[in-house]
Structure formats: structure tokens, C-alpha cells
């Protein structure tokens, strides 16, 4: 079993910028990926970057390149999710989830660990 905990949301004007954590306990999962996905009222929940503990390789969605940026901790086994120029429409619940083969998918259905989410909400 694995335990994510999701850090670092909060309230911020458009422009402005946060970072997510996101702390993993359990067992080892060394070749997992991790991943963020975000969900808006009324919306489904939607892809938002991934990452692999063991090389830190990249995925982002396109509404996110160039203003997200996703690192990652080996020590600390937590994840960080950057986000800069936020515009209101990144207004959401984010979730920390991990996929345990790594398979690369995007998909909600890829991922088997998922954390209690953490609310962002940007104003205008």
C-alpha cells in the first residue's frame, strides 16, 4: 500500500504562483510514476503532468507546458508540482496519484494510489 499526501494549495491572484507537494509513504515503489491530475466542479478529473521516480522523465499536459514544471525527491520520496502564470482557470482540486508500472498512460484508470487532494483556487 501506498499513502500520499498532498501539500501546498491555497489562494492566489492570477499571475502568481504555487507549489504542490506531494509526500509518499508505504511500500517501495521505486519504479512507479507519479502523477497530477486536477478536477474543477462540474468537470471530470483531467490529466494535469507526470513524472518517474527513477530517471525523472516528463509528461505534461499541453494547457500546463511551459508554466508547470514537476520535480521529484528520491530522499524525501515526495513530489513537487511548480506552477507559475496561474490563471483562474487552473481553479481546481489537484491530486497526487501514483501508477504503480510506470506505464506512461495519462488515463485516471492507470493509477492505482491517489491522495485526498489539495484545493487551488486562483482569483481575477
Known amino acids: 500500500q501506498v499513502q500520499l499526501v498532498e501539500s501546498g494549495g491555497g489562494l492566489v491572484q492570477a499571475g502568481g504562483s504555487l507549489r504542490l507537494s506531494c509526500a509518499a509513504s508505504g511500500r517501495a515503489f521505486s519504479n512507479y510514476a507519479m502523477g497530477w491530475f486536477r478536477q474543477a466542479p462540474g468537470k471530470e478529473r483531467e490529466f494535469v503532468a507526470r513524472?518517474?521516480?527513477?530517471?525523472?522523465?516528463?509528461i505534461y499536459a499541453n494547457f500546463v507546458k511551459g508554466r508547470f514544471t514537476l520535480s521529484r525527491d528520491n530522499v524525501k520520496n515526495t513530489v513537487y508540482l511548480q506552477m507559475n502564470s496561474l490563471k483562474p482557470e487552473d481553479t481546481a482540486v489537484y491530486y497526487c496519484?501514483?501508477?504503480?508500472?510506470?506505464?506512461?498512460?495519462?488515463?485516471?484508470?492507470?493509477?492505482?494510489?491517489w491522495g485526498q487532494g489539495t484545493q487551488v483556487t486562483v482569483s481575477s
Open positions: 513524472i518517474t521516480w527513477i530517471g525523472g522523465r516528463t
Open positions: 496519484a501514483a501508477d504503480r508500472v510506470g506505464s506512461g498512460r495519462t488515463d485516471v484508470y492507470a493509477y492505482d494510489y
